[in-house]
């Protein structure tokens, strides 16, 4: 009896941690979990949702065929989700990364610098970006009605950089998500504030006294960068690369998943529009690992 | 200048570090007047079309400040998003949840920083893995789930049949209440990293004095962490305030709209739903209803902007 009653500390620590996380296990299972297995037995049938309820026929794998074969609107939307991505990651890294030591110096004006860099990360998303995703057209298209001749005059539009990018590299379809990333330097640079944050509190991270012992080792900055920052850095890096590519493949101006719930809600193939998100899951999957492994294999962790 | 005291050597040296430096400072500001100058001027760019009048929008000669400043696109767009309706509903579905939010993610990550079991490390791998799964794919399962509404056949039991939970908020604010919701993994994330970096002593302290982990929590881990319950109270505001998608789905009902879901469905509403349209007449009313939307949130950044960028240096999102 006496044994049980008296719990040694590691017990007791272990009841009052699992006290704490265990709701959200229970959340877990009913709110994702169920749904989560569920959705994968939806995506292997056909489902009606009817008002008694739902209504399954098993039907293998005809969903993952259709939406591979098939459907040419979704493999449109997801080749170009993906390279979108794939362009974007770099950019946004560099970008934020070169933001980040920058406003971690000290100059004046830099909280009001800061919050303005912070900006997006708090009036940026969901509808608000899909009213933006549209402004550059839309204000070259305001451009073109109101000064016609105007703007056909080099002088009144500049060079068209984009344009002059396709003659040189001669169109070749590896170049062209470069140059099409030069179009969507907004996107980037809106799309950057989260990123920014995080390589800020990694680079306030690193012991300040690494780098007085460089300088006075007679290191410039641009060799304290590659010996210090980058590589203690570099376990952010990866932080940020994932968070990356989770976020543009769930954001909601995507594509891919406004096609999911168009055919989910619109054209009610319930069945259908789970085979295609969960096609969407496993590149995301994949791309992620790939990334994951590339970048652990180069991570240097201080501490080990 | 000061010339005497140096050898000229050591002067050039001197003067060539002014240099540089001064060099470097233009160049910053340079450079980070035309980085705000690119981030303000979406923003700017709306306000201004907004403000104009359909004579200046067809005049070239007006670029950016309006010669008739017009409030008429306000107005449109003010009616068009039934503001004061959906203002209301917006706040419910956005507060709500960020205070749910922050309770239930804190002390998850107080329980996954503070405290060791065997499966710690598997609940926390499962929880950033909720982050990678983009919410469609269970979408549909979850739809069915609020139609008939019921855990383990317990509101059977209670009324008789499940509940529809459908065309209700619950579907937004019941998973917060459990930890879970939107993008939640990085809420419990940013908490389990902010508590582990508070010292142990503290703790100790706390437990000697014969508080119980529940104490030790309310009286040494959330008076200390200010910074992080502001970063996950304002992100998850926001993200909730923007977010558009997770209502379009549970909420069919006009008068239960918030105001992002009108925001995106505004031009279909001025234009009452026809394809052909004029952009002209269409955009300055969806630019006044974006600035009218996110309005609320930047009166809010703008009053905890300071604390909010100081603290999420302290809340060591990266560990």
Not at chain 1, 190 to 217: C, D, M, N, R, T
Not at chain 2, 213 to 236: C, D, E, K, W
Request: aromatic share 16%.
């Amino acid at each position: 009896m006496r044994k049980k009653r008296f719990k040694s500390l590691s017990q007791r620590q272990a009841l009052t941690g699992r006290l704490f996380v265990y709701p959200w296990l229970i959340g877990f299972l009913i709110f994702f979990a169920t749904p989560f297995i569920q959705s994968l037995v939806f995506a292997f049938s056909e489902l009606d949702l009817t008002p008694f309820g739902l209504k399954l026929t098993f039907i293998g794998f005809k969903n993952f065929i259709k939406a591979l074969q098939e459907d040419p609107t979704f493999i449109q939307y997801l080749t170009l989700e993906v390279s979108n991505t794939i362009v974007n990651i770099p950019l946004i890294l560099m970008f934020s990364l070169f933001i980040a030591i920058l406003l971690n110096q000290k100059f004046k004006g830099r909280a009001l610098v800061r919050a303005i860099f912070f900006l997006p990360v708090v009036v940026m998303s969901g509808a608000l970006l899909y009213v933006l995703e549209s402004y550059t057209m839309e204000q070259f298209y305001i451009g073109a009605q109101t000064g016609m001749a105007m703007s056909n005059s080099p002088f009144v539009r500049g060079i068209d950089f984009r344009m002059l990018l396709i003659q040189i590299t001669g169109n070749i379809p590896f170049v062209r998500p470069l140059i099409d990333a030069i179009n969507r330097i907004y996107e980037i640079i809106w799309k950057s504030g989260v990123q920014i944050l995080i390589f800020l509190a990694g680079l306030q991270s690193i012991p300040h006294s690494l780098y007085e012992v460089a300088s006075v080792e007679g290191a410039t900055p641009w060799e304290s960068f590659w010996k210090i920052t980058f590589p203690l850095l570099s376990p952010i890096i990866l932080v940020n690369v994932v968070y990356t590519v989770i976020d543009s493949f769930t954001d909601y101006s995507n594509d891919v998943l406004r096609y999911i719930l168009e055919v989910a809600f619109r054209r009610l193939q319930h069945g259908y529009s789970s085979a295609i998100a969960w096609i969407y899951f496993l590149i995301l999957g994949i791309i992620l690992v790939l990334l994951v492994i590339f970048i652990s294999k180069r991570v240097f962790y201080m501490s080990e | 200048m000061k010339l005497s005291g140096y050898k000229r050597e050591e002067f050039l040296f001197i003067v060539k570090h002014k240099f540089l430096r001064f060099i470097g400072i233009f160049l910053r500001i340079l450079l980070f007047l035309g980085l705000i100058y690119i981030l303000l001027r979406p923003v700017m760019f709306m306000l201004s079309t907004a403000l104009k009048s359909r004579e200046d929008l067809m005049d070239p000669t007006v670029v950016w400040i309006p010669k008739n400043i017009t409030f008429n696109n306000f107005i449109l767009a003010f009616r068009s998003l039934s503001f004061l309706n959906s203002f209301k509903n917006s706040v419910i579905t956005s507060i709500l949840p960020a205070i749910f939010h922050v309770i239930s993610c804190s002390m998850i990550g107080y329980g996954l920083a503070r405290f060791k079991f065997k499966e710690r490390e598997i609940i926390f791998a499962l929880i950033v893995f909720t982050l990678m799964v983009p919410p469609q794919v269970v979408l549909i399962p979850l739809y069915a789930f609020y139609q008939n509404f019921d855990i383990l056949g317990l509101v059977k039991l209670i009324r008789g049949s499940p509940l529809n939970l459908l065309n209700t908020y619950y579907p937004i604010i019941l998973p917060t209440i459990l930890g879970g919701g939107l993008r939640s993994g990085l809420f419990i994330y940013i908490f389990r990293q902010f508590f582990r970096g508070i010292s142990r002593e503290l703790e100790e302290a706390a437990y000697i004095d014969g508080c119980s982990p529940f104490q030790t929590y309310f009286r040494i881990f959330i008076p200390n962490s200010i910074p992080a319950i502001t970063t996950v109270f304002l992100f998850s505001l926001v993200w909730h305030w923007n977010d558009a998608f997770g209502p379009s789905v549970y909420i069919g009902d006009f008068n239960k709209y918030t105001l992002s879901m009108n925001l995106a469905n505004l031009k279909a509403i001025i234009t009452g739903g026809t394809q052909i349209w004029d952009p002209l007449l269409i955009l300055p009313p969806q630019y006044a209803g974006a600035i009218l939307v996110i309005l609320p949130m930047l009166i809010l950044y703008i009053f905890t902007q300071k604390f909010f960028v100081e603290s999420v240096e302290r809340t060591g999102i990266v560990g």
